[in-house]
Nanobody, 115 residues
């Protein structure tokens, strides 16, 4: 069992930056593929970025070059560095852990990009 707790969301102006963190409790963090997803009002949840156990990274086209995902296995934490934020990045951001058929979600953190 893995519990995920996101933090770091908030209100930021267009062009600004935020760093999201997701702290995992439970065993075996390094064996999970970790990811960030987001859901805007009235829209489906979508992939933002993932990082595998072997540190292979994948990004949605809409965030490439602006967002960076990273993980620190010693701290059981995954990060999402978000730069050059746009109003369309406004959403609830969710942390995800996946290993085989096991999958866990955090409760989400709100990111609002507005002037």
């Amino acid at each position: 069992q893995v519990q995920l707790v996101e933090s770091g969301g908030g209100l930021v102006q267009p062009g600004g930056s935020l760093r999201l963190s997701c702290a995992a409790s439970g065993s075996g963090f390094s064996t999970y593929a970790m990811g960030w997803y987001r859901q805007a009002p009235g829209k489906q949840r979508e992939l933002v970025a993932t990082v595998t156990r072997s540190i292979t990274k994948n990004y949605a086209d809409s965030v490439k070059g602006r967002f960076t995902i990273s993980r620190d296995n010693a701290k059981n934490t995954v990060y999402l560095e978000m730069n050059s934020l746009k109003p369309e990045d406004t959403a609830v951001y969710y942390c995800n852990a996946r290993r085989g058929i096991d999958e866990y979600w955090g409760q989400g953190t709100q990111v609002t990009v507005s002037s």
